[in-house]
């Protein structure tokens, strides 16, 4: 049995991410792209760790929580101003997740845990091997909902570069789950381009 804390987080949470302006279609139904996303981190957390802690499933929950706050489009062009508004949303999600695990009673150890994990600063500490399953699970997500999006909007080149770059990030096991995701035959195809070792 869950403690009543964490569920009232997970309420929030999803609350939160329910007014994100972006729709995915899902099982026939329109729903907000954040919520579905959170839900996907989420099962792969859980298929991934072997027994995730209430941090790690809190910080799946919130990997992108109201991501729409701040805008690609206020940042350069470019993968360096794609890379200034991750860390900018990075440091705003740690810090509002913060808030609303403290809103929602979390015990002050846990919400710390969620929210450096969601900010990605725990490499090499005692987190690094939460680190790397919400590392993989993002990785997961993206391949399973966005792949086909990303190769239309950038062609197959720049889309299998992008690929190369995510899948050095990931886990060996993280890497023969995306043998279990269902996708697209040009999106199978774009990801064995991308593992295949450069010449």
Not at 11 to 21: G, M, V, W
Not at 35 to 64: F, Y
Not at 71 to 77: C, H, K, S
Not at 110 to 117: D, F, K, Q, S, W
């Amino acid at each position: 049995m869950t403690p009543s804390w964490f569920d009232r987080a997970i309420e929030a949470i999803d609350l939160a991410n329910s007014d994100c302006p972006d729709v995915v279609v899902e099982a026939g139904a329109a729903r907000p792209k954040e919520v579905v996303h959170s839900e996907r981190m989420t099962d792969w957390v859980i298929r991934l760790a072997a027994d995730p802690t209430p941090a790690q499933l809190l910080a799946a929950r919130a990997h992108h929580l109201r991501r729409w706050v701040i805008a690609r489009r206020d940042f350069p062009e470019g993968r360096s101003g794609y890379l200034r508004w991750r860390e900018a949303q990075k440091r705003r999600q740690g810090d509002d997740l913060r808030d609303l695990l403290d809103r929602a009673g979390c015990p002050a150890e846990v919400a710390e845990e969620a929210a450096l994990i969601v900010a990605k600063v725990t490499r090499g500490g005692p987190l690094a091997a939460a680190g790397q399953v919400h590392e993989d699970a993002l990785c997961l997500v993206f391949l399973e909902l966005q792949l086909d999006e990303l190769a239309e909007r950038l062609g197959d080149e720049h889309a299998i570069e992008v690929l190369a770059r995510t899948m050095a990030k990931m886990s060996d096991t993280a890497i023969e789950a995306v043998g279990s995701i269902p996708l697209s035959v040009p999106g199978r195809r774009l990801v064995e381009r991308a593992a295949r070792p450069k010449p």
